[in-house]
């Protein structure tokens, strides 16, 4: 029989961030089922973190506690972001997925994996190898933006340019960053690869780092011709980290696979327990109303990535009462911008009429922001844009991403400078530098 030093050891383990020894204490104790409730009110007076490990011990061998802490409203008093963290955690360490999931689906009602997800670029030196030195600095940043989460190793991260244990080494340090700074961002890990093998590894190694979701690309070269294929590719990789939230990143127009999203949503809900989302990258309005319309409870976040054109997706979302948030490039310069943005849009008590009048006004901003990109480089746009606020210490873009010359670099600066104050003039544009007369060295 387990007695209060248990407990207490268990306890000192979890404030100390040892969840993998507080697991291993857990295991070894044998809680009575007549004095389960006595110690839960204990454990929950004591320490809230208390109460978690106390669902988890229940798990592992005591479910008719779980089920009683559920069903009596335990998700009420998970409304703390800090105990949820906690309580997915320790749900991971012991691979018992079900909880694992339960919390974060309770958790999502509550704002995680909702509002404003900054897609974070990746730095390179002069000699294109990867720098993680000013992370701290990024997530501080964007912790003062008012962004909600991380979308790492995207398109905007340059991901398919980044090999397997780069791409662990910058999961790593942003999970590193934001704990230390105890930051309330959301990580998203992007681990779709070309190859399978990899996807696989990267889907494993996130779990392992306790990211708070993972994200998958389809495949770039050999594409899946059909949803069945897309499916198969997803399920491998989802079931290499069985207890953490999935989400699929469709992405058409970048990587050629045509697939409807709606048709892949349709099957996944009911063979990818873990999936809890799609970052829907995609201008097709239709394909969008159809997810919306296979998941009428609302238990998916969608994540639009064409921040330009949120306003055609804002009354998807009113019609079926779900909260709107998006992965937005302009998040990581713009963040404070963007974050009022999704809070008109999900002010329920706004009149119609005046919410997307102030909505297309703030939509503007974005459109402006946006034809930037594509006139110059969305990639190196955003690397300009994070220099000049001090985040980063280089611009280069690895190959075979064209860097830019120091013209277009002096260009992007005063657009964003004539952005920000509002302008409403728009100089014009310089003629492409086909020539590269500056070396990427000279852009640090």
Known sequence: MSGPMDFVSVLKACSEGKFGEAVNILETLDTPTENTSKLAKQLDQTDAKGYTCLMLASQSGHSPLVSSLLNKGARARFRSPTLNATA??????????????????????????????????????????????????????????????????GTSGESMTLSVTERKELLERWIEARNLQKAPLYIIAQIGCDSVASSVEL???????????????MPTFFKPPSVKEALQFTKKVASASPCTPFFYYHFPKI??????????????????????????????????????????????????????????????????????GGVALMCNFLGRHLKTFVNVANDTKMPSNQKYKKLETLQRITRRVASLGAETNPIAMLK????????CSSIVLRLPNRCISVEEVKYIENELKSIREHKDTIPNHPKQDNGRKEDCKQLK
Not at 280 to 309: K, M, Q, R, V
Not at 384 to 391: E, P
Request: charged share 15%.
């Open 88 to 153: 997915r955690q320790l749900a991971v360490m012991a691979k018992h997925s079900g909880i694992a999931l339960a919390l974060a689906k309770a958790e999502m009602r509550e704002g995680l994996f909702r509002g404003m997800v900054a897609p974070v670029m990746t730095e390179f030196d002069a000699d294109q190898n990867l720098v993680t030195k000013n992370i701290p600095a990024y997530v501080s940043h964007l912790v003062s933006s008012g962004v909600d989460g991380v979308f790492l190793c």
């Open 203 to 217: 889907s494993r190694h996130a779990e392992k780092c306790k990211a708070d979701a993972v994200a998958c690309m």
């Open 255 to 324: 990587t050629g696979v045509n697939i409807p999203a709606s048709s892949w949503v349709k099957e996944a809900m009911v063979s990818i327990p873990q999936l809890m989302g799609l970052k829907f990258t995609s201008l097709d309005c239709i394909d969008y109303g159809n997810i919306c319309a296979h998941d009428p409870n609302n238990t998916l976040a969608l994540l639009p990535g064409f921040e330009a054109s949120y306003t055609a997706y804002v009354p998807f979302n009113d019609a079926t009462e779900r909260p709107f």
């Open 384 to 391: 300009v844009a994070m220099h000049g606020l001090g985040i």
